[in-house]
Structure formats: structure tokens, C-alpha cells
């Protein structure tokens, strides 16, 4: 830091010290009569203060031998205890994955290869029914990407309004007839009249589910999702009780539905 220099004025004294900068360069102000010098500028400053900081880290830090390079754990399984426990209660699937398998190991007294074994078994079973569970997610992603998609040229694109206007809407055409349709703006303002209601509506209807789910979550119910994770999670417990239910259960649900 900067010691700046007090002049007592009612002594009329002159002091004398020493204003250290970052980096060991110091600088000597004097204050004769109560007039104190001007400080250093923080411009000045601060370029000194960064290059002291990352000159003293410079010198603090190390490079790592080969030998720590050497014992850097590369996969899950090459962790202690303490660090599979503390990433599996963060959600990290893999180091669930080896705590169910020390798990094994420890019930079934086995090797960790034979406990690879039993695992597959596990999650074979956990991802059962998994094409009638996420069906509503596929059928949710289908609509909306053709809803979206087809929501572009059913308003912009002359032709395709109207096939959809002859097909389902039954709308009396503009009063100049389609060569009046130019441009894609006047396509969208004659199509809006019909397409407004069904995109307005679909947007409510989202909103109105997301605020649902809020809801839901504020009270403690659970979505589909939680529900459904929930369920597959219990139902692997008791396929296997021989196994701690809570390291059972944090596997389920943050497995895969299909590897």
C-alpha cells in the first residue's frame, strides 16, 4: 500500500516519508506548511500493482512432476471413496455408476470386473419399457418441430396458404384476387386473419402448461418426468433389495434411458 504522508499544520513542521508502490519502487513526497504533494496517479498504479500480482504468482506457482502426472486419476474408477460420494450426490451419472458398483462389490464380496457383470443385469431391467415411457417425449418433439416448421409457409408462402385455405379454412380471397399476393407481407396479412387464433392459442396453451408445472413443483407433486423417474427408480430398489436403496435409486435416475 501507499503511506501517505500527515502534515500537522498548526506546527508548521515539515514531514518527510516514504510512499512505497507496488513492486518495491517508492517514491518520497514532502509537505512543507500544510501543502501536501500530489499522490501518483492510479494509472500509474495499477499497471505496477498488476505486474507485482502476476509476477508474484509467477513465482508462487509450480509445474507438476511426473510422478503427480502419473497419479492423476483418469477415469472414475481410479477415484477414492470421498470424491465418488461427493460427485454422486452432485447428479454426475458415471461416479453413481462406480458407487453402485463398489456397492456390489461390497454385498457380493466380488471383484470389480464381476461387478461390471451385475451392473449390465441392472441396467438392462432399469431401462425396461423405456419406448412407452418417453413416447410422450417423441410425440412431443414430432408436433412441435412440424408445427413450428409448417407454421412458416402457412404464413408466408402464397401457394401453401392456399391449399390450407381451401382445404380447412374456406376464406373468401382478397378483393384483388391472388395476383394482388406480391409479396410475402401481403401473403401474411391476408393469412393472419385464420393463422392468428391457432398460434396465439398454442402459445397460451405452453404458458398455461408451464405455469402448471410450477405450481406443481411449489406443493411438492411431481411432473411426468420426476414421476416417471421416480417410479423406475422404486422399481429397481425392489428388483434388487440386497443393495442400499439410496445408492440404487441415485443410479436409476440419472441413468440413460438406452446406452
Known amino acids: 500500500c501507499v503511506c501517505v504522508c500527515v502534515c500537522d499544520t498548526m506546527l508548521g513542521g515539515t514531514v518527510m516519508r516514504t510512499a512505497r508502490a507496488f513492486g518495491g519502487m517508492g517514491r518520497q513526497m514532502q509537505v512543507r ?10 494509472h500509474s498504479l495499477f499497471p505496477t500493482l498488476r505486474h507485482t500480482t502476476f509476477a508474484a504468482q509467477a513465482q508462487d506457482s509450480r509445474e507438476p512432476s511426473i510422478d503427480e502426472a502419473r497419479c492423476l486419476p483418469r477415469k472414475f474408477r481410479e ?14 451419472h458415471g461416479a453413481r455408476k462406480e458407487r453402485l458398483l463398489r456397492e456390489i462389490m461390497r454385498v457380493d464380496e466380488c471383484t470389480w470386473k464381476e461387478a461390471r457383470a451385475k451392473l449390465a443385469e441392472m441396467d438392462s431391467y432399469n431401462d425396461t419399457y423405456h419406448s412407452l415411457v418417453t413416447l410422450p417425449y417423441k410425440l412431443g418433439l414430432g408436433v412441435a418441430l412440424f408445427a413450428s416448421i409448417s407454421s412458416i409457409p402457412l404464413v408466408f408462402h402464397r401457394d401453401s396458404a392456399v391449399w390450407f385455405n381451401n382445404i380447412f379454412v374456406h376464406e373468401d380471397l382478397p378483393d384483388g384476387g391472388l395476383e394482388s399476393l406480391d409479396t410475402f407481407w401481403k401473403v401474411g396479412s391476408w393469412t393472419w386473419g385464420w393463422m392468428e387464433p391457432y398460434l396465439g392459442t398454442a402459445s397460451f396453451v405452453l404458458l398455461g402448461l408451464q405455469f402448471s408445472r410450477a405450481q406443481m413443483k411449489n406443493i411438492n407433486y411431481k411432473p411426468y418426468t420426476e414421476a416417471v423417474l421416480s417410479w423406475r427408480a422404486n422399481r429397481l430398489a425392489a428388483k434388487f433389495p440386497q443393495y442400499n436403496r439410496v445408492v440404487v435409486r441415485d443410479f436409476s435416475k440419472s441413468d440413460p434411458w438406452q446406452n
Open 79 to 92: 477415484c477414492n471413496n470421498d470424491i465418488i460420494y461427493t460427485l454422486s450426490i452432485q447428479g454426475e
Open 33 to 42: 506548511g500544510g501543502a501536501m504533494s500530489k499522490l501518483p496517479h492510479s
